[in-house]
């Protein structure tokens, strides 16, 4: 459910930071779940750059954010200077948390049988900016565990997510390597994004 509440609210902001070739960025934006484009500033030891992505292409452009940290609406347009490349989470850890994050959407509720069976566990009780959440690690794989698989455990697991009472997603936390790296998620609206023609 909280994959479809994503997509129900339509757009969610988010914010992260991580290592990239050692370099530390912070990212903070939104992603739109139902158009699958993600607009984010991108900062670090670096001139501030704005980012636009859909499931194959990252857009980038010089830019600095918001007050906020966000990225500045409304979005460039497509004869701005954007600098356009393929999404490549296997070659990029920044590419691989933002294919991540933009995969916890869903047009529809996943079948609570077929999740149980594929090996989403319940970790513990939390808080998220002292709202409690429930902290669930997600299936490894979108197969059926039989009793021929390894026994799956919390460590299984490449992606956690922290669920409010409302169903609600506020935080995901990402395991890229073997470094896990915190996304978090509060609530609120966000713009609707299109990609523009210059990012594609």
């Given at each position: 459910?909280?994959?479809?509440?994503?997509?129900?609210?339509?757009?969610?902001?988010?914010?992260?930071?991580?290592?990239?070739?050692?370099?530390?960025?912070?990212?903070?934006?939104?992603?739109?779940?139902?158009?699958?484009?993600?607009?984010a500033a991108v900062t670090g030891a670096f001139h501030p750059q704005?980012?636009?992505?859909?499931?194959?292409?990252?857009?980038?452009?010089?830019?600095?954010?918001?007050?906020n940290g966000n990225p500045i609406l409304p979005m460039p347009a497509a004869d701005a200077d954007w600098h356009s490349r393929p999404l490549d989470p296997t070659t990029s850890?920044?590419?691989?948390?933002?294919?991540?994050?933009?995969s916890l959407g869903s047009d529809r509720p996943d079948n609570p049988l077929l999740v149980q069976q594929t090996g989403a566990l319940w970790l513990?009780?939390?808080?998220?900016?002292?709202?409690?959440?429930?902290?669930f690690a997600a299936p490894?794989?979108?197969?059926?565990?039989?009793?021929?698989?390894?026994p799956i455990t919390a460590e299984t697991s490449s992606l956690r997510l922290w669920v409010d009472d409302t169903g609600l997603m506020r935080r995901a936390e990402v395991r890229l390597g073997d470094?896990?790296?915190?996304?978090?998620?509060?609530?609120?609206?966000?713009?609707?994004?299109?990609?523009?023609?210059?990012?594609?």
């Open positions: 459910m909280t994959r479809f509440n994503n997509y129900d609210a339509g757009t969610r902001p988010f914010s992260t930071t991580l290592t990239q070739q050692g370099a530390q960025l912070t990212v903070t934006g939104w992603i739109d779940y139902v158009a699958h484009v993600g607009y704005a980012m636009v992505w859909s499931d194959s292409t990252v857009g980038i452009i010089p830019q600095t954010p918001d007050h850890r920044l590419d691989a948390m933002l294919a991540v994050l933009s513990r009780d939390d808080t998220v900016d002292s709202t409690p959440v429930s902290v490894p794989t979108d197969k059926p565990s039989d009793a021929s698989s390894a470094d896990w790296t915190t996304a978090d998620m509060p609530d609120g609206a966000g713009p609707a994004l299109a990609l523009p023609e210059g990012a594609q």
